[in-house]
């Protein structure tokens, strides 16, 4: 049975953290409305006396010792009334119904319920992750638990919507420094998880490849270039750094794409037509598409082709992918 009280903020033990799951513990928005109007709902504690365990409201305490205040008004839960497991879903229910959970949030209370409270992986899975809006999966369970051991650099940016989910799974697996370097790159350039993946799929390969490091490839003086620049947009940035990974990766392929792409420009096809190379240039015929609305505008294109066919650069082209 639980009772309102007022409770000394010196008989809770504010170190004791079983229940809390808030990330990141901030309590300055709180300290300036509290210093202002005071404390409007009562925490929730739980224990029989000093000093008391927070199961909800640490960051209202805080804030609250910080403006000193000496009590506060608590709901209290006797330990006969409610086990630690009890108290912790208590805790979840609280929060889920008054916000949404951040991604860090809901991993730290993966953590806890599977180191903490010694419960079931897959009860986990099946009933703690769908109350969380987190699919069932035992990968996604993997994945979220990977973030309870990453840098609170990278956990800040995540619970904070600045780094993607996606991306931070992505970038888990390489060693400290890698991920931070990687870290840094994803969020400054704000790249997205198509672009981030290819990026880090080049590096990985060009780092087997050449034996180099890693974080060397990343703090190459052209890259270092491309990123210092400040007459380019970050979207511009991040191609530039895609394009520079691409042709250390694939420095034949990126020479083929270069001549293909300057042929095309001497040719100066409308753009009603469309001619492009076999994938990777493995092949030796070029593909036309062609788009019309009426018989002129096919016969102004079937023109537009018979001039091309008797330029020397078609003929260029075509001698490229023998």
């Given at each position: 049975?639980?009772?309102?009280?007022?409770?000394?903020?010196?008989?809770?033990?504010?170190?004791?953290?079983?229940?809390?799951?808030?990330?990141?513990?901030?309590?300055?928005?709180?300290?300036?409305?509290?210093?202002?109007?005071?404390?409007?709902?009562?925490?929730?504690?739980?224990?029989?006396?000093?000093?008391?365990?927070?199961?909800?409201?640490?960051?209202?305490?805080?804030?609250?010792?910080?403006?000193?205040?000496?009590?506060?008004?608590?709901?209290?839960?006797?330990?006969?009334?409610?086990?630690?497991?009890?108290?912790?879903?208590?805790?979840?229910?609280?929060?889920?119904?008054?916000?949404?959970?951040?991604?860090?949030?809901?991993?730290?209370?993966?953590?806890?319920?599977?180191?903490?409270?010694?419960?079931?992986?897959?009860?986990?899975?099946?009933?703690?992750?769908?109350?969380?809006?987190?699919?069932?999966?035992?990968k996604v369970?993997?994945?979220?638990?990977?973030?309870?051991?990453?840098?609170?650099?990278?956990?800040?940016?995540?619970?904070?919507?600045?780094?993607?989910?996606?991306?931070?799974?992505?970038?888990?697996?390489?060693?400290?420094?890698?991920?931070?370097?990687?870290?840094?790159?994803?969020?400054?350039?704000?790249?997205?998880?198509?672009?981030?993946?290819?990026i880090i799929?080049?590096?990985?390969?060009?780092?087997?490849?050449?034996?180099?490091?890693?974080?060397?490839?990343?703090?190459?003086?052209?890259?270092?270039?491309?990123?210092a620049q400040?007459?380019?947009?970050?979207?511009?940035?991040?191609?530039?750094?895609?394009?520079?990974?691409?042709?250390?990766?694939?420095?034949?392929?990126?020479?083929?794409?270069?001549?293909?792409?300057?042929?095309?420009?001497?040719?100066?096809?409308?753009?009603?037509?469309?001619?492009?190379?076999?994938?990777?240039?493995?092949?030796?015929?070029?593909?036309?598409?062609?788009?019309?609305?009426?018989?002129?505008?096919?016969?102004?294109?079937?023109?537009?082709?018979?001039?091309?066919?008797?330029?020397?650069?078609?003929?260029?082209?075509?001698?490229?992918?023998?």
């Open positions: 049975m639980r009772v309102l009280k007022r409770v000394s903020i010196e008989d809770i033990n504010l170190n004791d953290h079983r229940f809390v799951f808030s990330y990141p513990l901030s309590y300055q928005r709180l300290y300036n409305s509290i210093k202002e109007i005071g404390l409007i709902s009562p925490v929730l504690l739980r224990g029989e006396g000093s000093p008391y365990q927070v199961i909800d409201g640490l960051q209202r305490i805080l804030a609250c010792q910080k403006a000193r205040v000496p009590s506060i008004e608590a709901l209290i839960y006797p330990e006969d009334s409610l086990d630690e497991l009890g108290g912790f879903h208590l805790a979840i229910h609280l929060n889920i119904h008054n916000r949404s959970l951040n991604p860090i949030e809901k991993a730290i209370i993966l953590y806890k319920l599977l180191n903490q409270f010694q419960i079931d992986p897959e009860k986990i899975i099946q009933h703690y992750m769908p109350l969380l809006e987190l699919p069932p999966a035992r369970f993997k994945n979220f638990l990977i973030f309870n051991r990453m840098e609170e650099e990278l956990k800040l940016a995540i619970a904070k919507g600045e780094f993607a989910v996606e991306l931070a799974w992505e970038i888990s697996k390489f060693s400290h420094s890698e991920r931070q370097v990687l870290f840094r790159l994803g969020r400054d350039l704000k790249l997205g998880i198509n672009k981030m993946r290819e799929r080049y590096l990985e390969e060009i780092s087997l490849r050449d034996g180099t490091p890693l974080v060397s490839l990343l703090t190459a003086e052209d890259i270092q270039r491309v990123l400040e007459r380019i947009n970050l979207p511009q940035k991040g191609e530039k750094l895609r394009q520079i990974l691409k042709e250390k990766r694939y420095p034949q392929l990126s020479k083929l794409e270069k001549t293909f792409s300057e042929g095309l420009k001497k040719l100066r096809l409308p753009p009603d037509l469309k001619l492009t190379p076999p994938p990777f240039f493995e092949g030796d015929k070029l593909t036309l598409k062609a788009q019309f609305n009426s018989p002129e505008a096919l016969k102004d294109l079937a023109l537009t082709l018979l001039e091309a066919a008797e330029k020397e650069t078609l003929q260029r082209l075509l001698e490229d992918l023998l």
